[in-house]
C-alpha cells in the first residue's frame, strides 16, 4: 500500500545537476512523518494545501498555506505533514540562486506557486535551453525576492531543552510552570531560566507561547476550527486563545488568514 511509502523515496534530487527541479506530494498517499535526512540540493517545501512542519538547525519551521520554508543544501531536517497536506518540494542547486544560507520560511506569492506547480510536471533532465529551463529561472529569481515569515520556533539541541520541546510538541495543553518543569529536568528554575535564554533567545513564557502560535497556525491551515485549536492548546475559552494570537500577530485568525490572502493574491511584481 502507497500509505507505508515514506516521501524520501520518492525522488532524489541529487541525481540531476539542474539549477531547480520540483515534484508535488499528496500526503493522503504517504506517511505524514518524513525522517531525518540531507541532500546537497537546497530545499524549498511549499504548502498548497494543510500544512506542514519541519525540523532543521534546532528549530521548528511552521509551512501553512502561501509560505515555503527555505533548507539549504547540505542541513538535516524532517517534516510532519498534516493528513490533508499537498506540498511541492523544489529543489535548487547550490549556487543556482541568491537564497539565505540559514533556514527561514519565506512568503509565496501566487506567481512562483503556478510556476513550481508547473515545473513539478517536467522531467528532472529537462534540457538546459528548454521551456522548463527558462521557467526554473525565472521561479528562482522571483524566490529571491520573497519577503520572510516568523513561523518557527528555536528548539537547541540542548537535551533538557529537548524534553521539554518533546513533551510540549505532543501536549501543548500542559500547563505546568518553569519551576515544575524545571523538577522535572532536574534543575534549579533559576538555572532552567537561564538555560532557555540561551539556548533560544526567549524567556519560558515567550517560548511556549511561540510554541502555541506554531501550533495553532498548522491545525488551523489543516481546516482545524478556532474552538479546537483553542481546546487542544489548553485556552480555558476561545476568546483567550483569540486574544494571544491577536497581542502576537497583530489579527484574529480569521482575519489574519483572510489577510494573507489577500495579500499575497494582490500582490504587485518586486520587479516592476
Given amino acids: 500500500m502507497l500509505l507505508s511509502r515514506s516521501a524520501v523515496s520518492v525522488f ?15 500526503f493522503a498517499d504517504y506517511e505524514a512523518e518524513v525522517p531525518m535526512h540531507q541532500h546537497r540540493k537546497g530545499q524549498v517545501i511549499l504548502a498548497l494545501h494543510g500544512a ?39 529543489f535548487v542547486e547550490p549556487g543556482a540562486a541568491k ?33 522548463a529551463a527558462r521557467l526554473a529561472r525565472v521561479a528562482l529569481d522571483e524566490l529571491a525576492e520573497m519577503p520572510h ?14 524534553t521539554i520541546a518533546d513533551a510540549l510538541t505532543i501536549k501543548p495543553s500542559d500547563r505546568s510552570t518553569l519551576a515544575e518543569w524545571a523538577k522535572r529536568v532536574a534543575m ?3 538555572s532552567l531560566t537561564r538555560l532557555m535564554i540561551a539556548e533560544t533567545g ?17 491545525e488551523l491551515a489543516s481546516g482545524a476550527t478556532v474552538q479546537t485549536v483553542a481546546a487542544e492548546l489548553g ?28 495579500t499575497l493574491l494582490t500582490a504587485p511584481n518586486p520587479r516592476e
Fill in 149 to 162: 515569515e516568523r513561523f518557527n520556533l528555536p528548539i537547541s539541541s540542548n537535551p533538557k531543552i529537548l
Fill in 52 to 90: 506542514v512542519a519541519c525540523t532543521a538547525d534546532n528549530e521548528i519551521w511552521i509551512v501553512p498555506p502561501n509560505c515555503g520554508v527555505w533548507i539549504p543544501g547540505g542541513v538535516p531536517h524532517s517534516a510532519r505533514a498534516t493528513v490533508n497536506a499537498r506540498l511541492n518540494y523544489l
Fill in 99 to 131: 537564497l539565505p544560507e540559514d533556514c527561514c520560511t519565506l512568503s509565496i506569492s501566487p506567481m512562483i506557486r503556478e510556476m513550481v506547480k508547473r515545473l513539478a510536471h517536467e522531467p528532472a533532465d529537462y534540457p538546459p535551453d528548454s521551456h
Fill in 12 to 26: 532524489n534530487p541529487d541525481l540531476t545537476d539542474q539549477p531547480a527541479v520540483a515534484r508535488q506530494l499528496d
Fill in 202 to 218: 526567549l524567556t519560558f513564557g515567550r517560548w511556549r507561547q511561540q510554541l502555541h502560535l506554531v501550533v495553532a497556525l498548522r
Fill in 188 to 190: 534549579s528554575e533559576r
Fill in 235 to 262: 485556552y480555558d475559552s476561545v476568546n483567550a486563545f483569540i486574544t494571544m494570537f491577536k497581542k502576537a500577530l497583530g489579527s484574529t485568525p480569521a482575519q489574519y488568514f483572510a489577510q494573507r490572502r489577500a
